[in-house]
């Protein structure tokens, strides 16, 4: 009886280590709070076209990202609070480079001189 706890016992510890490894693995394969979510208009309208953006990624172009171009389109932006995004004028990271820092909230890109401007990304991930 002894025995049969015991197995048991190490059998919910086996459980318990595998679940633990297996959420781990889930968090190195989405870092939940890297991302950026842009908008089309300003003030994160979400009346007008979203979307959010897994990182860590980059984009030379922006011209079809989940089936929009966004190019030259963005307009406000949220960034989680695991990302940190260089954002270029230009496409192929080129021209005026402007960064955003992790948790960072900006409802008006024009303020940077930056509204409808922006047409390359690189979204990376915080240790
Ligand atoms: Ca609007
Ligand atoms: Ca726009
Ligand atoms: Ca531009």
């Not at 939940?32 to 300003?42: L, Q, S, T, V």
């Not at 609070?81 to 024009?110: C, M, W």
Request: charged share 30%; glycine share 6%; proline share 3%.
């Amino acid at each position: 009886m002894v025995l049969f706890k015991l197995f048991i016992v190490c059998g919910i510890i086996a459980v318990g280590a595998l679940s633990v490894e297996a959420a781990d693995m889930e968090l190195q394969l989405v870092d939940k709070n890297c991302w950026i979510e842009i908008f089309e208009d300003d003030t994160y309208d979400a009346d007008d076209p979203h979307v959010k953006i897994q990182g860590p990624k980059e984009f030379a172009t922006m011209t079809n990202l989940e089936g929009k171009d966004w190019a030259d389109d963005i307009e406000s932006v949220i960034v989680g609070s695991n990302a940190s995004v260089h954002a270029y004028e230009d496409k192929d990271f080129k021209g005026t480079e402007i960064t955003f820092a992790p948790g960072q909230r900006v409802p008006n890109l024009g303020k940077l001189d930056m509204a409808n401007d922006i047409e390359s990304m690189k979204i990376s991930c915080q240790k």
